[in-house]
């Protein structure tokens, strides 16, 4: 689809999107013809020719402000992606009750405002451009597959999977699709700062690398092509739909290679 300008005409806010994943998208979203807006708490690394908002999602009123603003300096509202998210490591003995309430927050109730926000613009758009009006969320194959360590990151994921369901239930008559993509490990500076973490970075990188059948990372612009395939008129069809985008991660069992 490169070189394809199908979102002409069409404005689009990405939230987290001065980072990784979101940039990826905000920027292809610019190339195939949108208007787009990036709400981030960290507004430097927007891509050029974004609006750059600078807001917390797990401020209700910020986030209202934001996305009015987007409407209005872009001309409504089509496309929503809601990908900000942030980790938490540690089984369910790890992490303390003011830990949970902060993850959740975030990558759930985050994705809550956002959309509530959104929905009274987007629902004025699904007039206009039927089938194009969307909003996709950035879960995570730790929705759908029992990853160590991870146990509370992996609640907040299983949550946005259900949201994402309930909430295409909810809106399809209204002419808003509603899915969400779930990535495998991909090389974003969130996994810099998890190797980062670790005793041996190298030996954490090839470990990684090894758990997805591919045998390396997933890239933030193959998850932006996933998400903005979503979210684009071709998919007119796709609602409740959660594609994965993780190397085979979810799906494939293979035997181990031989040497
Ligand atoms: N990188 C991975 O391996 C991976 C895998 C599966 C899912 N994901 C999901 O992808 C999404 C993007 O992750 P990424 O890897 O690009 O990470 P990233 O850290 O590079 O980008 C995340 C962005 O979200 C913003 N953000 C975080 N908390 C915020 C808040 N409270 N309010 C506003 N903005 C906030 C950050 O400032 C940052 O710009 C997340 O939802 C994450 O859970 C990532």
Redesign the pocket.
Known sequence: MTGTRDFEGMSALV??G?????AAVAALLLERGARVAV????TA?APEGTLALK????DDGAVRDAVDRAAAELGGLHTLVS?????SIGTVEDNADDEWTRVLD??VL?MVRTARHALPHLRRAAADRPGAVSITQ?????ATAGLPQRALYSAS?GAVLSLTLAMAADHVREGVRVNCVN????D????GRLLGQADDPAAERAALNARQPLGRLVS?DEVAAAIVYLASPAAASVTGTALAVDGGMQGLRLRPAAD
Do not use: F, M, Q
């Open positions: 939230t987290g001065a980072s990784g994943i979101g709400l981030d708490r960290e690394g807001a917390d999602v797990t990908n900000a998210g942030i980790g975030i990558n985050g950035t879960c995570s194959i730790a994921k990535p495998g490990t991909a974003t500076p969130w996994i933030a």
